[in-house]
């Protein structure tokens, strides 16, 4: 009996250490934060704004080619509106009826799961963290470049400001925001 529980036991850690090397393997990139960009375009009823956030920091895995996970920090500090409305709309924008950044200045992002659907189309599940409120978020990722390098890739995603408990103007600022990602990372 005890030779069995012995072998039982070496089984269990050898696939165990397998599972833990396989998931630690392939090459990781870590985020240029000078080029990388997450835009957004709120919209009104009398029109809309634009504006962006760049990222604290971050990293994508890549293994045979393919993203297998990441995690991401956005600067909600960094907030720029890129329209008419500039500096009124960031501090309007940075107080607690929107992003509060007197409290936390940091959204974060982990990849949870990737299914690519062509070479260079996947989709990616996550959650992404602002206000102390974590949301599940799906959207499609176009991978324009992974190479020894540098890795490139564009994503769109629409998510409802409401659930991270921005009510701000509802009925007169629209729930959805567009959110386009510009990722760019290096070795």
Known sequence: MKKIMLAVALIVSTVGIYSFTTKAGGDVYSADVAKSKVEFIGSKKEGYHTGYFKLRSGQVNVENGKITGGKFSINLDSLKITDDAGEKLEGHLKSPAFFDNGKSNEATFSISNVNYT???KADIDGILTLKGV?????????IRNI???KFFAEAS??????AFGMSYGKGNIADEVQINVHLFAKK
């Open 118 to 120: 062509a070479d260079n």
């Open 134 to 142: 974590t949301v599940p978020v799906k959207f499609t990722a176009y």
């Open 147 to 149: 190479d020894a390098a």
């Open 157 to 162: 995603v629409v998510i409802d400001r409401t």
